[in-house]
């Protein structure tokens, strides 16, 4: 609440916050976004040009493109998509430096920047929060791990024998995700569910949304290192999105070829193995046919990959996307579920009384506080990651495997706590004694 109108705070949200995966690295401006030198040279400290910090990597760009076009919920809700330029600066803070509040530049449409008055950035920031906290909701959250890890769930139940040790492997990773996406259904995105009443888009055009982001979503953008290569962002100092969750990838990655190994001794008998085979094509068929998603598998590095990719999803990428929600969600200008007010289309003309009518009514906030924080919850006897209390597996193998997976995953958590203790504001949504096993809240 101190801080949340500072750009260091705005520009860290983006690296460590609720929507971490928002950021890529910019190498050349997109045309629609005709940011100059001379707009944002005061932004600049390191006494380059902006085409030379371009070339030099220091530039970064979050695009809400997908929500162009999306209609809002009511009269009284507004929603548009903007694009926010970033810079990396000496301190190794990243910094707003451009907002346009449209996919289309003019003179409707000006590049807010940190030099104009005081209320134009500040609710220039606010209307791009507004924009990721539904790309964020819908397409991050709710699509890419609530509704993914419930395709592989059902795939699995119906492909794969209770027998079968990629059952076993992946039952303690679906517990409750069923029951959990139902509850959401019912009382989340339904056409008169909360979503409806405290974000920007209806239950109706929230099928749109997600059928939109389906267009594009990739097998390989939900692996984890391909991600981060594809953004670009391999090298962005401060983001311990990315540090951790290397971490967790490289450790669960390390237990899926063990336990695969165990299993299979030859790419052939992956491929020979119908109820494997038959488990990728249910995803495919889940996914609604799309080309993304491979339709075979023909090795056990491709087995383990996507292996580690289901149980990733369902793990650690849903923790880092849920239980950071009320930290930064609890405080309602830092994240708008909406704006009542339309965005600016001049500058100079919006003061604090303008803003505060722009921010979602008493009302709404109640509800986004009330659900935020139950959605970060966990239960008392929750499993996290590493915890087997069922013991599916009986084959001793198996069980030092896990075993030595326990140990590496307190290895890397005792690693991130000694990290939060050198840092003012601790990141521990990707410390493995804290990630649920499963899609479960």
Known sequence: MQDWNKDEMFGYQF?????PVMIRKCMRLPDKFPVTHEMVQHSLKRGLTLQEELQAGNIYIADYEILQGVPVSRKDRYLTAPICLLYNNELDQM???AIQLSQTPGEMSPIFLPSDNEYDWMLAKMWVKSSDFN??????HLLKTHLLSEVFEMAMYRQLSAVH????????H???????????RENLISEDGIYSRVGSISGAELETLVKKAMETLTYKSLCFPEDIKVRGVEDVPKYYYRDDGMKIWETINWFVSTVVTIYYDSDEAVQKDVEIQGFVKDVVFGMNYTDHFPKSLESRE????????????ASAQHAAVNFGQFDWYGWIPNGPSTMRKPPPQQKDQVDMKYIMESLPDRECARE???????????????????????????????????SHFQQKLEEVTNIIKSRN????????????????????I
């Open 15 to 19: 690296l460590n916050g609720c929507n």
């Open 95 to 97: 910094m707003p430096i």
């Open 135 to 140: 790309v964020h909701q819908l397409i991050i």
């Open 165 to 172: 040790p990629v059952y076993k492997l992946l039952m303690p």
């Open 174 to 184: 679906v517990r409750f995700t069923i029951a959990i996406n139902a509850e959401a």
């Open 302 to 313: 491709q087995l383990v990959e996507y292996l580690t990719v289901v149980i990733f999803t």
């Open 368 to 402: 986004v506080l009330g659900t935020v924080w139950a959605l970060t919850r966990t239960e008392s006897n929750e499993r996290y990651l590493g915890m087997y209390p069922d013991m599916y597996f009986t084959e001793q193998p198996v069980e030092e495997a896990i």
């Open 421 to 440: 203790e050198e840092l003012t504001l601790a990141y521990c949504y990707l410390s493995p004694d804290k990630i649920p096993n499963s899609v479960a």
